[in-house]
Nanobody
Framework: QVQLVESGGGLVQAGDSLRLSCAAS????????MAWFRQPPGMERELLAA????????MYADSVKGRFTISRDNAKTAVYLEMNGLKPEDAAVYYC????????????????????WGPGTQVTVSS
């Protein structure tokens, strides 16, 4: 089992940058694909970025490609989301999640396979 806790959210202005962190505890962190999701008010949860067990391969949603970067540090059992050029439409609750890894060549993209979730951190972007 993996416990996840996000941090780093807050209120920023449009165009600003923010770095989210997700601290993981439990066993075998490096055997999990990790991902960041977000859920704006009244909308469905959206997969933003995912990273393979080793950190070698990443994927991004079109909405954040080129602006957001996912990374992980298996020694520190942490995953990060660097967000640049924030827009008001990026405002949401951001979640990190873990899925049992199955491939070294691409991260898991199916949301239902992410079985461990953090409580979320709020990101607010003012225009």
């Amino acid at each position: 089992q993996v416990q996840l806790v996000e941090s780093g959210g807050g209120l920023v202005q449009a165009g600003d940058s923010l770095r989210l962190s997700c601290a993981a505890s439990g066993r075998s962190f490096s055997s999990y694909d990790m991902a960041w999701f977000r859920q704006p008010p009244g909308m469905e949860r959206e997969l933003l970025a995912a990273i393979t067990m080793s950190g070698a391969v990443t994927m991004y949603a079109d909405s954040v490609k080129g602006r957001f970067t996912i990374s992980r540090d298996n020694a520190k059992t942490a995953v990060y989301l660097e967000m640049n050029g924030l827009k008001p439409e990026d405002a949401a609750v951001y979640y990190c999640a873990a899925a049992r890894g199955s491939s070294y060549y691409e991260p898991i993209k199916e949301a239902y396979k992410y079985i461990y979730w953090g409580p979320g951190t709020q990101v607010t972007v003012s225009s």
